[in-house]
């Protein structure tokens, strides 16, 4: 499910957020644009953890193999380096056998 919403993160991250659980959404992403804050969560034994970049500062989706963004980069509007973070993931072991399981 991907959701596009010029809501206030009040909403985001709290009534969405309750509904979201509920409904067994496994991840979400909320992006504070004004506040220059992008948080991603998954869902957990029915709670919702922070996802937390890999060492390279990359957010990686653990549902989605292969869907990886730079959000340092998204929140400087460098959308060159988010897109070749993005590629990369889409060309990664993880995400070919992904969408091409055995």
Known sequence: MVEIAASSAAIDLGDKK???RRNGVQEYLVWQIFDQK???FYLEEGVYQSLSPNDEGILCSRVFPGL???ATQLLQNNLAAVLATLQTGLSSP?????IQPD
């Open 18 to 20: 309750r509904v979201y």
């Open 68 to 70: 990886w963004l730079n």
């Open 94 to 98: 993880e995400h070919q056998a992904f």
């Open 38 to 40: 992008l948080d991603w």
